[in-house]
């Protein structure tokens, strides 16, 4: 019986903002907790939980956690 881990996710997505001198593309990195069985595992979740939300995006890193639950909804 596999145990499921909780990894950090880190994904960089690009986001379009305004300024003074017209739009700008920035990129800012987003963290995700993620409950998998491996990093691979973690990787494919997030891909699919965000696949149809945004059109580009990149998963940058896939950290184990030390937490053991999370309580609560």
Request: glycine share 4%; no cysteine.
């Amino acid at each position: 019986m596999s145990m499921n881990q909780y990894y950090n996710v880190k994904v960089k997505v690009e986001t379009e903002v305004d300024t003074k001198k017209g739009p700008k593309i920035k990129v800012i990195t987003e963290q995700y907790l993620i409950s998998a069985i491996s990093p691979t595992d973690a990787e494919a979740k997030m891909t699919e939980h965000l696949s149809g939300l945004m059109a580009e995006f990149e998963v940058t890193s896939i950290a184990v956690t030390k937490i053991i639950d999370v309580i609560g909804d």
